[in-house]
């Protein structure tokens, strides 16, 4: 039985054992009466169990516990590394892999850029696959040891069945990269929309960790929210909840890559902030970006953040006008969910206070009393980890609760 956890991930489901693995983890160490106490199993069921589990090292025994009369309990404490986990997010022109530990902490990071190939779902997929593999052998980790694979995937993802439903960068419609995944690696596979998967992440290892309701913003070259309602993601009937990127924010604004005018995305985002800046400065509107950059045409929003915070008053400007559209948006969300937290992510928040300073005026001005008032709007803790973390979060959460998507 032994030798079968060592590489089998649904072994790890079974025996009871995410129930063992849960209180430990929830709790930081126990004794075996103790675990027994707390998931209700019968103090033979849970020797058993935690036998198989020190032996493959998942648990180690700690310090001697105090005693109540007779022999001193001994305290069993999870290893982190005894296994290992695989998070990709596959964004909008980037795909990240990262390996990290049971405690989500990351062991290597590597990233590859995709753009002209982007169409190329064949090439795509290899290169995806090939980055994978790459990690794996620079991490030194045997393979064995590594439970699986998640997946944080831009766009509307089923994640019942780990099927792409439609992803607009890649041109990908119904795309089934679970099982496509499953059979190039050899490894099970977890896939879900990338900011759900934040939320996930965030839930378990971030700042809202003993937060039940809260909704996780990511911006960037899109939009999305992550909703948690009761310490769960919110799905929506076709997996589609969340997409605030796709709210409008100006009924005669600009086209959205969507279809319709006007959308969030298309005043708030990374990019059509830049577009924006890089406009304004080609019509003569004075900034200090203009001095720094030879071709302003390759501005970033870094570029923009930095400049900001140094007093550039177009970057300011800038950044504030997208605070404003973002903080309509979640108006929208907070009076219609009543979260306890908001959390946002994205390099407008990591750089600048301006974002988070307007975000919180635009709230308390424009929510309803009550909601508004009660909400905290606060920053990632993970950071630009989010989405790989998340990912990685797919794959933990099935061995510490055995859970399923229903």
Request: a negative charge; charged letters at 20%; glycine letters at 8%.
């Amino acid at each position: 039985m032994s030798k079968v956890l060592k590489g089998s991930f649904e072994l790890m489901k079974q025996l009871n054992v995410s129930a063992v693995l849960k209180v430990i983890r929830d709790n930081g160490s126990l004794s075996r009466a103790e675990i027994a106490k707390l998931t209700g199993l019968t103090p033979a069921s849970v020797t058993n169990i935690t036998k198989i589990l020190i032996e493959d090292k998942i648990l180690v025994e700690g310090k001697i516990g105090e005693s109540s009369g007779g022999r001193p309990p001994i305290i069993l404490e999870l290893n982190p590394n005894a296994r290992y986990v695989i998070g990709v997010c596959i964004g909008v022109g980037i795909i990240e892999v990262v390996i990290t530990n049971l405690s989500a902490m990351v062991i290597i990071k590597k990233s590859i850029k995709i753009e002209e190939e982007r169409f190329n779902h064949d090439l795509v997929f290899n290169k995806l696959v090939n980055l994978i593999n790459e990690v794996i052998k620079d991490s030194e980790i045997d393979k064995e040891k590594i439970l699986g694979v998640g997946v944080a995937l831009h766009g509307i993802v089923n994640a019942r069945t780990g099927i792409s439903i439609y992803a607009p960068y890649y041109g990908w419609e119904n795309v089934d990269i679970k099982s496509e995944l499953e059979e190039a690696l050899g490894l099970t596979v977890y896939v879900d929309n990338d900011v759900r998967a934040m939320a996930l992440g965030e839930s378990w290892f971030g700042v809202t960790s003993d937060i039940a309701n809260f909704i996780i913003l990511n911006i960037s070259n899109g939009i999305g929210a992550g909703i948690i309602i009761n310490n769960k993601p919110y799905y929506g009937v076709d997996f589609s909840a969340g997409e605030i990127g796709h709210i409008v924010v100006e009924p005669d604004g600009d086209k959205c890559n969507c279809g319709n005018y006007g959308c969030l995305e298309t005043v708030a985002s990374n990019n059509n902030i830049t577009k924006k800046a890089i406009k304004l400065i080609k019509q003569g509107v004075n900034s200090s970006l203009k001095i720094k950059h030879e071709d302003i045409n390759n501005l970033t929003i870094e570029d923009i953040c930095i400049a900001a915070r140094n007093g550039d008053e177009l970057s300011i400007t800038m950044l504030k006008e997208a605070a404003r559209y973002i903080g309509i948006g979640i108006t929208n969300l907070i009076n219609i969910l009543n979260p306890t937290s908001i959390v946002v992510v994205g390099e407008i928040f990591e750089n600048t206070f301006y974002a988070i300073e307007t975000l919180n005026e635009i709230v308390k001005n424009r929510g309803m009393k009550l909601s508004s008032e009660n909400v905290r709007i606060i920053k990632s803790m993970l950071g630009r980890d989010a989405a790989v973390v998340g990912a990685t979060t797919l794959v933990i959460q099935e061995i510490f609760n055995g859970m399923s998507i229903n």
